[in-house]
Each structure stands twice: as structure tokens, then as C-alpha cells.
């Protein structure tokens, strides 16, 4: 008694994601005198040292697709009867937050959070099927709901919505200030110096686009004979992607990056941030791109609501090329100044420490 609240996280794993990256943007900003997060996870995670060098724990149970429904709903149901010192769950698992919230529902678990960060459900029929089925038992199961952005709640919360709370998924404002400095090395470090740079963050899987992107990108070449394209992430279809590449011999135009850690400094070195996805809850990546005065040319499928009316973003049809061609074309003609201060993003809603003391509150609430 008298330590600070202890907030169990729910997610699949605590790798790079969007998702994952706001929580550990939360977690290094939050008074961890005051509360302090933990994870059940179901993998491995690059940021779990992290997270038990700032005083969490990691918990692991296996994922559903190990051990089916049945089994995975027993190793939840065993988790939360052996710690019932958790009184607060955080769950970040979209329509799978249905499960684990029935689970902590019938296991005593007085504050139940489920937590919406997309638009969309990813995988094939039979997953969708089992996602909406474990969607349905979220308005019973959870207390409390958040979302990204109102989109994102209209997805998931669907008739409840108005009970929702939109928690900004706010940066380290002062890490993405645009440095010139920064940016020559960046693009010295990338053999990139001469170049106009393309450039795009996101794991390699359907709703990123990657194929759109690189066809796009094809065709951007035969208009800005400088262009270059740099890819920060990895997945599942990284290969697909790099074999596309090679067989529109775009080799040696293409940069895959991998996950990385410095995606502060790499924006630094873009001039164009391209971002085609098929849906988004309210991307992270976004709001860094505009963080460092980067212009972003977005699809049109995702929320309004992650334009900060800075004048840096512009949406472009998925079913059409030539407005993403147009749209770069005229950034490549014109130099723009990448002076953004950390208050204007502040104002926005946008500044990690206001989200961090919000969070505060809202868990002392609870």
C-alpha cells in the first residue's frame, strides 16, 4: 500500500508499432511515483528491457493463434485470478480487447479499459469473423473507453461512442524540431545528399500499401529524376516488397532501412513523407512528419482528424496515381522552410507531457 498505481497494459507484443510506440512515449513522461505500467504481452518485445529498466513488469501468455480460443481465454482467465492486485486493464488490442475484458470482467477487475488505435481490421475472413465476434463483448466488458482519434472510436465503439475519450497521441515535441545539422548528417550517412528523399515509415503489411506506394513511386521517377525512396520498418511482406523493387530494377533507388531507432533524425533527412495506407486509427508517424515541418502526402482513407492545420498535409485518392505524382512534383519545385516550433504542436493537442499528466489523472480517477 502507498506504492503508485500499477496499470496492466494489454498488447500482443512491445515491438516498434504505433500503439506501442504512444505507450512508451507515456510511459518515460508519466510521474512513475504516482502510476506505473506493466505489460501482458504474448511475444517478445524490442522495448521490454526498456520497460522493466524503468520499474515494469513484462507478463507473457500465448496469443490465440497458438493455442486457440479456448486455450487463450484459460490463460487469461489464470493471469488475472493469480494477480488480482491489478485494478486497472489497459487493453490496446482493438476488437480482441472484447476477450481480454470479459476475461478481467468475470475475474473481479474493477476498472476495465479498452483502447481503440485503428479503423479496421487486419487478416483474412476467418480472423475478421472471430475479431467482430470478440468486438461485440467490448461495450459489456469495459468501463472506460479511449481512442486515438473519433474515427477510431466510431469503429470500435460503435453505439457507445459518446461515452469515449480521445487520448491525442502526443510526441517528445523537442526531439522532432527541425535541425539542419541534423539533417546533413542524416542524409550524408544515406548517400543521399544530392537527392530529393522520399520517405515513409511502416511496418511491411496490407494496410501500409507498400505495393501502391512503390508503383507510385515508379512513376514519381520518370518526373523527378532525383527522387529516392527510404523505407524504415520490417513484416511479412518485406521480401514481396524488395522483389517488386528488383523487378522494376529500382534497386538502386530504394533504401531499406529496417527498424530503427532514430526516426526523430531520419525525418530530418525526407523532403516528402509518402503514406498510402488503407486505413489508420491517427498514425504516430504522422504527427512526428509534421512535428519536424515535413510534408506529408497521406491517403484520403485516413481521419481528417491528423491534419494539425500546419499546412503540411495533403490527401490523395488510392484509386487514382495522379494526384500523388502532382502533389510531389510540387513539393520537389519548391523549397519550403522546416520551421515548426514544439508549441505550435503543443496547442495541437499533440505535446507527450500534457498526455502524460492527462493519463495521470485519468488513472487516479479511476
Excluded at 512491445?14 to 504474448?42: P, S
Excluded at 466510431?154 to 453505439?159: M, P, S, V
Excluded at 497521406?298 to 485518392?317: A, H, K, Q, R, Y
Excluded at 494526384?323 to 499533440?350: C, D, F, H, N
Aim: proline share 4%.
Amino acid at each position: 500500500m502507498g506504492g503508485p498505481i500499477r496499470v496492466l497494459h494489454v498488447v500482443v507484443n512491445m515491438n516498434r508499432g504505433g500503439a506501442e510506440t504512444l505507450l512508451m512515449n507515456l510511459y518515460r513522461n508519466i510521474d512513475r511515483t504516482k502510476v506505473q505500467f506493466d505489460f501482458l504481452t504474448c511475444k517478445e518485445g524490442v522495448f521490454d528491457k526498456e520497460i522493466k529498466l524503468l520499474g515494469g513488469k513484462v507478463h507473457r501468455i500465448p496469443y490465440v493463434t497458438e493455442k486457440g480460443h479456448f486455450g487463450f481465454t484459460k490463460a487469461l482467465n489464470s493471469f488475472f485470478k493469480g494477480h488480482p492486485e491489478y485494478k486497472i486493464v489497459h487493453s490496446h488490442m482493438d476488437k480482441m480487447s472484447g476477450i481480454i475484458l470479459e476475461s478481467a470482467r468475470r475475474c473481479g477487475v474493477p476498472a476495465r479499459i479498452a483502447h481503440s488505435h485503428n479503423t479496421h481490421s487486419e487478416g483474412g475472413t476467418a480472423a475478421k469473423l472471430y475479431k467482430w465476434y470478440a468486438g461485440r463483448k467490448i461495450t459489456a466488458s469495459a468501463t472506460h473507453m479511449l481512442a486515438c482519434s473519433n474515427a477510431a472510436a466510431d469503429w470500435l465503439f460503435e453505439k457507445k461512442v459518446d461515452s469515449a475519450k480521445i487520448l491525442k497521441n502526443g510526441i517528445d515535441c523537442s526531439k522532432f524540431s527541425y535541425s539542419p545539422d541534423i539533417r546533413k548528417r542524416v542524409r550524408e550517412s544515406l548517400k543521399l545528399k544530392n537527392n530529393f528523399v522520399i520517405g515513409h515509415v511502416g511496418r511491411f503489411n496490407e494496410q501500409k500499401n507498400h505495393y501502391f506506394l512503390i508503383d507510385l513511386f515508379y512513376e514519381i521517377t520518370k518526373h523527378v529524376p532525383a527522387a529516392k525512396l527510404v523505407l524504415a520498418g520490417d513484416g511479412p511482406l518485406r521480401k514481396e516488397i524488395e522483389k517488386k523493387v528488383c523487378d522494376l530494377e529500382l534497386d538502386h533507388r530504394v533504401h531499406f532501412l529496417g527498424v530503427r531507432e532514430d526516426i526523430h533524425h531520419l525525418v530530418q533527412g525526407m523532403d516528402v513523407f509518402l503514406f498510402p495506407s488503407l486505413h489508420e486509427g491517427l498514425p504516430v508517424t504522422l504527427i512526428e512528419a509534421q512535428g519536424s515541418g515535413l510534408p506529408c502526402i497521406i491517403s484520403d482513407t485516413i481521419t481528417e482528424e491528423v491534419d494539425m492545420g500546419i499546412n503540411l498535409v495533403d490527401f490523395c485518392p488510392l484509386d487514382e496515381i495522379h494526384p500523388w505524382i502532382e502533389a510531389v512534383k510540387a513539393i520537389s519545385q519548391t523549397a519550403s522552410p522546416r520551421r515548426i516550433s514544439s508549441e505550435t504542436l503543443a496547442e495541437k493537442g499533440y505535446d507527450i507531457k500534457a498526455s502524460a499528466q492527462w493519463s495521470e489523472g485519468f488513472y487516479s480517477a479511476i
